[in-house]
């Protein structure tokens, strides 16, 4: 039987890697994306179904679980950075915080509620990307980092209350990606790791599936 995955922010950065690792093991995919061009042309490339949408955005968040009544894994890629240049917390925008902790925080849980009835079933995993930011005080990552400590919480909870499916919430650390560009120059970015490194790494996490728990994939 072919296993099916839901991965979000899958046009670009680990989302597209991870995509194209999971699609070259046979992997039966439900990509989505803000982009729908970017995301449209990452489905034709490796045969999985396009759904783009905004996942804070409650009716595309049914449309992808009701696009995957069977499922194995979900994950949980897709993020926003926040304000940018990164301000300190003194001056952070509040109206973009809490934009922030939607995007990172209410729309993954939104997206687990949906899909728990089918990873139940399969008894099939979740992976949620967090960040070393969420535990680290660096200075301008303050409104990111604490959306990412949220989710890290969320996360070990829920291991917690299902048993019966695994959680991961999943350090990638720094990646050559866009919103590492958008935070730190694209030169400083340019010097990270390459988002396929991370995804083979992630990859392997999901084929030998460990014990529920916070995972460093550098």
């Known amino acids: 039987m072919t296993n099916t995955a839901i991965i979000t922010g899958a046009s670009r950065g680990l989302g ?13 995919l439900v990509l989505t994306a803000r982009g729908p061009h970017e995301l449209e042309r990452a489905a034709d490339e490796l ?24 499922l194995d894994l979900l994950v949980n890629n897709a993020g926003d950075l926040g304000a940018t240049p990164l ?14 902790l939607e995007t990172n925080v209410t729309a993954p849980l939104a997206l687990v509620q949906a899909t728990l009835p089918a990873l139940r079933a399969s008894r099939g995993a979740i992976v949620n990307i967090t960040s070393d930011a969420a535990t ?9 980092g604490a959306t ?3 989710l890290d919480q969320l996360s070990n909870v829920l291991s917690a209350e299902e048993p019966d499916v695994r959680v991961w919430w999943a350090d990638p650390g720094e990646m050559n990606t866009r919103m590492l560009a958008d935070a730190v120059g694209a030169e400083e970015a340019s010097a990270a790791t390459d988002p ?18 916070k995972v460093s994939l550098q």
Do not use: C, M, Q
């Open 87 to 100: 301000p300190p917390l003194a001056i952070y925008p509040l109206d973009t915080f809490r934009a922030l």
């Open 196 to 213: 396929a490194k991370v995804a083979a790494a992630l990859h392997d996490l999901v084929a030998s599936r460990p014990a529920s728990g």
């Open 136 to 144: 680290g005080a660096y200075e301008g990552w303050g409104g990111y």
């Open 16 to 28: 597209l890697a991870l995509a194209r690792a999971l699609a070259g093991a046979g992997w039966n």
């Open 148 to 150: 990412k400590a949220a």
């Open 47 to 70: 045969g999985a179904t396009a759904i783009p949408g905004d996942v804070t955005d409650p009716a595309h968040v049914r449309r992808l679980a009701e696009a995957a009544p069977e």
